[in-house]
């Protein structure tokens, strides 16, 4: 087991050389409270105690109990031999992708943080490469996070393509790879907790996506696991206010990289939709859509706010549409990434789901119904999120974009007026093709 580049409270492993070895206090301990050094997190101490005045963190006891008696020992990780011409990606950058891939390079050369906010369906892993090239070539250990383990698995063949020579190391609660020293590693948020100055260059993907965003526990590890001189990346279509504030220098790439504009949702009315759906029928204007989309003969997604009303969808739909193909796929689902690969695969038609699959996710030629878009689990990020399901693919830039509701929210109009905007700054930017 490698443990160099984190930190352990015991002495029970012979690959740390006590030569090397750097001590810190599992815990700080004031008056009324215990703040952990591992994920931050703070406890009243009548609630932690144990005999002999020691203390434990329940916070982060899913990675092993520590207590405030131990002692954590660290041993940092050794350099590697710098890596040349790394990058075996052939593609080519768009002249928006093209400034921000520059701007990635600079921020990772002079160990600045950078806030890329690029619309969904901008490549923006496509212009993250140029900045690990570089990184590599200066030795620098590069981690990508990312909150959700779907999208953790779906980056790490493009990343092992785009490097094809450089050993990579994924990490997430679900794999049985082991950490190893490899100069690049993709992990998902949660795996941040483990390392302890390890990496010059973070880039934290999707950074205002559950369950990074808001989770001070998170943000505290992301600092624990970068170096005191590092470069801290965040990427994201939907950035938060505190992301904004955190980060001092933002860039933003309004455009797709197929230079079409966003899709723009289409708000139709579906008064009492809840009370029909748990009748067992379908509403009329869900109706009329449904029908609309399997004339346009695409595969599309249904986006519903409430797991527990998927059954009754899928059974009535079933009913009323018996030659279409459609299977389910939300957050309980243990089958979810077989269907979401059927339906990638083409092998259903329609899928019918929640915001487990808002974003991270890439479907080719397909539009999208929200809905209920008017329930209050759809903010305006996740509104933007879900827009950019359609239209990512240049086979078919547009698609169709339905909001269903029974009552406009603030949301919906921020979503709608946020997609209209970027696509006007794409425009002054002359960042799309002329003819579109």
């Known amino acids: 087991m490698e443990l160099r580049g984190r930190r352990v409270n015991a002495w029970e492993n012979p690959f740390l050389n006590e030569e090397e070895i750097e001590c810190f206090s599992t815990m700080e301990i004031s008056e009324k409270m215990v703040r952990c050094m591992r994920c931050g997190g703070e406890s009243e101490k009548d609630e932690v105690k144990l005999p002999k005045e020691d203390f434990f963190c329940p916070e982060c006891i899913e990675l092993g109990r520590i207590v405030s008696s131990q002692t954590f020992f660290y041993q940092s990780a050794p350099a590697y031999e710098p890596i040349v011409d790394s990058l075996t990606w052939k593609g080519e950058l768009t002249k928006g992708q093209q400034a921000l891939s520059e701007e990635i390079v600079c921020a990772i050369e002079r160990e600045e943080n950078l806030l890329i906010h690029a619309v969904t369906g901008a490549g923006k892993t496509e212009m993250i490469f140029a900045g690990i090239a570089r990184a590599l070539s200066l030795s620098k250990r590069v981690g990508i996070a990312i909150p959700r383990v779907d999208v953790c698995i779906e980056l790490y063949p493009r990343i092992q393509e785009a490097f094809s020579g450089v050993e990579i190391c994924l990490l997430h609660g679900k794999s049985e790879e082991e950490f190893r020293l490899t100069p690049i590693v993709i992990c998902t948020t949660h795996q941040l907790l483990r390392f302890f100055r390890y990496f010059d260059v973070c880039i934290v993907d999707e950074a205002d996506a559950f369950p990074f965003a808001y989770n001070q526990s998170l943000a505290f590890a992301l600092e624990n696991a970068r170096k005191e001189k590092s470069s801290l990346l965040y990427l994201t279509a939907t950035p938060t206010k505190e992301l904004k504030r955190s980060i001092a220098k933002h860039s933003v790439l309004p455009a797709r990289f197929h230079q079409h504009p966003l899709v723009v949702p289409e708000f139709v009315w579906c008064g009492n939709w809840r009370a029909t759906i748990e009748k067992g029928r379908l509403p009329k204007a869900f109706k009329q859509k449904i029908k609309e989309l399997i004339e346009d003969n695409f595969p599309f997604l249904i986006f519903c706010p409430v797991i527990a009303l998927l059954p009754f969808i899928e059974k009535s739909m079933r ?78 830039p547009n698609g169709k974009l339905y909001f269903l509701h029974d009552g406009k929210t603030k949301a919906m109009t921020e979503a709608k007026r946020e997609i209209l905007e970027m696509n006007k700054l794409a425009k002054e930017r002359n960042l799309l093709l002329p003819d579109v």
């Open 319 to 396: 009913k009323e549409f018996p030659h279409l193909t459609l299977t389910t796929a939300s957050s309980i689902d243990e089958q979810r990434l077989e269907r979401v690969k059927a339906m990638r695969e083409r092998r259903v038609e329609c899928l019918i789901t929640t915001t487990i699959l808002e974003r991270g996710v890439t479907f080719a030629d397909i539009s999208v119904l929200v809905l209920g878009s008017n329930h209050k689990v759809y903010n305006k990020s996740v509104l933007v999120q879900i827009s950019g399901r359609v239209g990512r693919k240049l086979t078919r």
